[in-house]
């Protein structure tokens, strides 16, 4: 009887342990894809010269622009910094896991002739 009480004791804590290690990788993979959306958009304005980031207001200097993409937020906001033609540009990503807020933010800095 000793023996099937510890054998069922055993079984709830590995299935506690099992459960917590599960809402870590799923924290995690929450934060891996905001990393990821963070960097492409990123990338995607470094891609283009910055004349048609602006004309196509993928980038507005001292405003922000914003969208989502599946469970995420994301704003680019870019003002202009102290030294002419230096761009500062910020990407924020949020969204919202198990009703708790999550953000990441990229920020960079790019010469814009």
Known sequence: MLAVFLLSL????????????????????????????????????AAHTWSRNFAQQACIPGGTVEGNEGEFHWLVHSEWGEIPQLLKVRVEVSWTQRGNPYQYILESLYAVE
């Open 10 to 45: 055993g079984f709830a804590v590995l299935f506690g342990l099992t459960e917590g290690a599960i809402s870590e990788a799923r924290q995690a993979s929450y934060l891996m894809e905001g990393t990821n959306l963070a960097q492409k958009k990123m990338e995607q304005l």
